[in-house]
């Protein structure tokens, strides 16, 4: 059974800090999914970082290296 996105919650999130915006219809669907790819691509670069340290375990130190990464390269 697959679970769906929690549309509400996150509308009164997205709400809660941008009170003044207004939301187009599918706006917590597409911050949903770019949840998503951020966790997809943390993820991958914290596996690569464990490879590269001939760790066969992802550990907290990977991740938060990964996390620099692509928080640093997704600013733009």
Known sequence: MRRTVPRGTLRKIIKKHKPHLRLAANTDLLVHLSFLLFLHRLAE????????????????????????????????
């Open 45 to 76: 670069e914290a596996r690569t970082n464990a490879f590269e340290n001939k760790s066969k375990i992802i550990k907290p130190e990977h991740t938060i290296a990964a996390a620099k990464v692509i928080l640093k390269k997704s600013r733009g």
